[in-house]
């Protein structure tokens, strides 16, 4: 559905200046933003998206990944198309590297094959959402922050009926564009890619990561229940010095106890470099650790061990997890730890989740 977006500014010569991300784009008319789904028309700027599902499943909330966001949960998650990064090895490239047509119903093509769209109201999204027995709703696969003003009329009418909302995303958004999404968002995994600006240039397409960690500060300082991923690419991220970088900031800026997420690198998309070694990701979760973070995780690879939760202070395994499967809790009704009653940084009622995808 072509909707006319929130955040614009009309410029000389026909032309539209967006704000809903952090690249700005000056837009002229009849042409596309950076992220294909926003275009000027007759001097407006639109979003072609608006209500326009790519995919609609139900997840574990440690897909996202969320481990301290009601773990062993199920969380009804949604897409739609397009980003505002170019990254080199996006493994959902067929949803976000679109290219957009621009006409009133939206039609978007990857790699020149038509992809498919379904329009759901945000009524009746939250409607499938009580009907799949979630309480938890997760804008996901591509990037949410470009769905604005849809994310913002589902949150709105998620939050009268109790269902909760997450974000997964780069963080690459405006502060506007932030104050007007965060009252109707409860959580989210912002995948921090490197704390480098080389980085982001050269595989993301974008000049700098400042809005991402601008982002993840104003989301803490919010309450909001924020947990990071760094996905680690051989030769291009995997350095000591850019994991310290990143730990350094997330300690001195949101504190010891958010959830750091160290991913896989598997290749993808346009990149085509060996997938991580598993001993990188236990050296950056050594980094991290030493550092003084208490959450870190080493995902998408197999790792004994990789995705527990232990306890800060007497290290127990509170949560105990396999793939995406919670096999054994040791927190009480209050989320302390049983063996010594420390509070763990988890919000939301646990519980143990059946046999789900294992690595």
Known sequence: ????????DTRDGGKVQCHTCANECVIAEGKHGICETRVNTGGKC???????????AIDPVEK???FHFYPGNDIYSVSSAGCSFKCLNCQNYHLSQVKGNGEEKASFTTSGTP????????????????????KLLAFTYNEPMIWLE????????????????VLVTNGYTTPRALALMLPHVDGANVDIKAFDVAFHKKVCKVPDFKPVIDCVKTMHEHGKAVEITNLIIPTLN?????????????????????PLHFSAYHPDYELDLPPTPVETLLAARKIAT???????????ARVQGGEDTLCPNCKTVVVARRGFSITELRLDKDNKCTSCGTSINIIGEAKKSGARFLW
């Open 115 to 134: 992809m498919p769209l379904r329009y759901k109201s945000p009524a009746d999204l939250v409607r499938s959402v009580e009907e799949s027995g979630c």
């Open 150 to 165: 849809y994310v913002i009329d589902v949150g709105k009418i998620a939050h009268e009926r109790g269902i909760k909302t």
């Open 64 to 66: 996202k990944p969320m």
């Open 1 to 8: 559905m072509k909707k006319e977006t929130l955040l614009y």
């Open 46 to 56: 639109y979003s072609l998206i608006y209500g326009e599902l790519s995919a609609e």
């Open 290 to 300: 030493d550092m003084g973070l208490v959450n870190v995780y080493v995902g998408n």
């Open 238 to 258: 995997d350095s000591p010095e850019m994991i310290k970088k990143l730990c350094e900031w997330l300690v001195t800026n949101v504190g010891k106890a958010i």
